[in-house]
């Protein structure tokens, strides 16, 4: 840690798979005081949570991606940064930097902004990639390492980045090592009528996202992600899941990778804590499968869409 952040540095005792569900189910209902209309969005986000991955938000602009990723971090009582992305923005302005001390005559490390427990990428999309790229040690590896020097990243530590859907002109596409680093790609849509008119009702005063409380703390997360790590995955769900991945890599210029797969997997031990279960069964894998393996696909011209290239393989591979 190279700054203050909450952490959990002991946990007491793991928590039962009942436990860990009901941390989760009591984040989901708390963002959703904030988050209106989303329920199974804020779902699979906590799913990707569990499972210890990072979530990119792709929507157009002000339908609430933002605060999805506040309410999030509320709820769990994480220090939250945010990091807004623009084409100048350098490396150094995410990662931190190396500054001379004039009274100790030594160089000493000032941490960026990624270092807290939930990092927002806000328009990822707007700074070049050599800026996007500042992110993939710490998405991957859990460090920064600035001149030569590696710090460790706040446990736990999520990235949730999102980017816009039009203006597809002004930006820069991101590219796939950094999209396979991203658990998940959720969208959020427009609410519906009735919806629209609750978010309105909710910010006549104060936005409810000023008075949300936490309803677990930072221990609660790390020792939820422990017992979701321990979900069982029999051998039938795993082959799987490789044959899954195995038809987009047939059938696609470029499929799902392994770490795809482990996505998956780890979001379906997510889905599994979310129904109660310490193991893991197809239905979990067909629940997270759209949201982890669409935006790892390139398929060729002329073939279709990813989603329809996963929905093929949803119902073309054998179920166990």
């Known amino acids: 840690m190279t700054e203050a952040e909450p952490t959990a ?6 928590m039962s798979v009942d436990e860990a569900g009901d941390v989760a189910r009591r984040v989901i209902e708390n963002t ?45 009582e994480c220090s939250f940064k945010r990091v807004q992305f623009t084409p100048d923005l350098l490396p150094a302005d995410i990662t931190g930097t190396n500054v001379f001390n004039q009274e100790t005559r030594e160089f000493e490390f000032r941490p960026g902004p990624v270092f807290a427990n939930v990092v927002l990428g806000d328009e990822i999309n707007r700074a070049p990639p050599k800026t996007q790229a500042a992110l993939l040690e710490a998405m991957e590896e859990g460090t920064v390492t600035v001149d030569g020097t590696t710090h460790t990243m706040p446990d736990p530590f999520l990235v949730v980045a999102t980017q816009n859907s039009v203006e597809r002109d002004r930006t820069y596409e991101l590219p796939a ?86 996505s998956l997997l780890r979001a379906a031990q997510g889905r599994a804590v979310l129904d109660g279960r310490d193991y893991v069964i197809p239905d979990d894998v067909q629940a997270e499968a759209r949201n982890v393996f669409v935006h790892r696909i390139r398929t060729a011209s002329g073939a279709g869409t990813a989603a329809e290239l996963v929905d093929a393989a949803l119902s073309s591979v054998g179920v166990p």
């Open 9 to 14: 540095e002991t946990v007491e005792s793991p």
């Open 32 to 76: 959703e005081r904030v988050i209106i209309g989303n329920h199974d969005a804020i779902e699979h986000f906590v799913a990707a949570v569990l499972g210890r991955g990072h979530v990119l938000l792709e929507d157009v602009p002000g339908v609430g991606k933002t605060m999805l990723a506040r309410a999030i971090a509320k709820s769990l």
């Open 177 to 262: 090592a950094e999209l396979d680093r991203f658990m998940m790609k959720l969208h959020l849509g427009y609410p519906d009528a009735d919806e629209e008119s609750r978010v309105l009702a909710s910010v006549v005063g104060d936005h409810p996202i000023e008075t949300l409380d936490p309803v677990a703390t930072v221990g609660d997360l790390v020792a939820a992600r422990r017992t979701t790590a321990a979900v069982t995955v029999e051998e039938p769900v795993r082959d799987y899941v490789t044959a899954l991945a195995r038809y987009t890599r047939e059938n696609a210029q470029l499929g799902v990778s392994p770490r795809g797969s482990i």
